[in-house]
């Protein structure tokens, strides 16, 4: 039986890297892999997936008006889908990701952010929260040895932002995992010292 997948984690548990040796290791068995994601996210280049340890394959890119069924019959049959920066698909994105299980018995494996800079869903990650079969988390330290759970988003100088849009594309000079704890600390601590 196939099964709809989320993986998730905060920013630099190794989410891309993990799809990426999945993907591997499916190609390794003979399979083919359907690799998708989504257009918003064009770090690497709009085609590409790559993990910070250097790990990288063509991606085919998915628009936030597609119907991700109808590309995904339009690309030809495979064995498994796996999806990266899942949380940027939109909800009814994630319902054809779930139709595609239900009705060809193909697993769906995604990969991505749960939660934003503020901890609050991206709309993708919610859907697959509600209509995943298997749900794992991805885990990460804060530099306290706490387990890091919120994706800092920092300014130039270190400082934790709390205001802007939900989605600002970046790496590690842009977002910092941190452990709720931690982040809430920083929070007030800045706070305290804007104020002198």
């Known amino acids: 039986m196939a099964k709809l997948y989320f993986k ?10 993990q799809a990426l040796i999945t993907k591997f290791n499916y190609e390794e068995l003979g399979m083919t892999v359907w690799l998708i994601k989504p257009s918003i996210d064009t770090r690497d280049g709009a085609n590409i997936i790559k993990s910070r340890i250097g790990l990288s394959a063509e991606a ?4 936030p008006e597609e119907d991700i069924a109808a590309a995904y ?3 030809g049959r495979h064995d498994v889908i796996i999806a990266d920066e899942a949380q940027f698909f939109t909800p009814a994105q994630i319902d054809g990701l779930r139709a595609l299980v239900d009705e ?13 800079f503020l901890t609050h869903f991206f709309p993708g990650a919610q859907r697959l929260m509600e209509l995943a079969d298997s749900l794992t988390e991805i885990k990460t330290v804060c530099a ?8 800092a988003r920092i300014d130039g ?3 934790i932002v709390t205001e802007g849009s939900q989605v600002l594309l970046g790496g590690n000079d842009s977002y910092v995992a941190m452990c709720h ?3 809430k600390e920083q929070l007030a601590r800045e706070a305290r010292e804007g104020g002198r």
């Open 8 to 17: 998730y984690g905060a920013m630099g548990s190794s989410k891309s890297a």
């Open 73 to 75: 019959h339009a690309a």
């Open 60 to 63: 085919q890119v998915i628009t």
């Open 181 to 183: 704890k931690c982040w």
């Open 157 to 159: 100088r270190g400082r």
């Open 104 to 116: 060809e018995d193909l697993p769906v494996l995604c990969f991505g952010l749960r939660t934003d």
């Open 144 to 151: 306290c040895g706490r387990k890091a759970t919120v994706n």
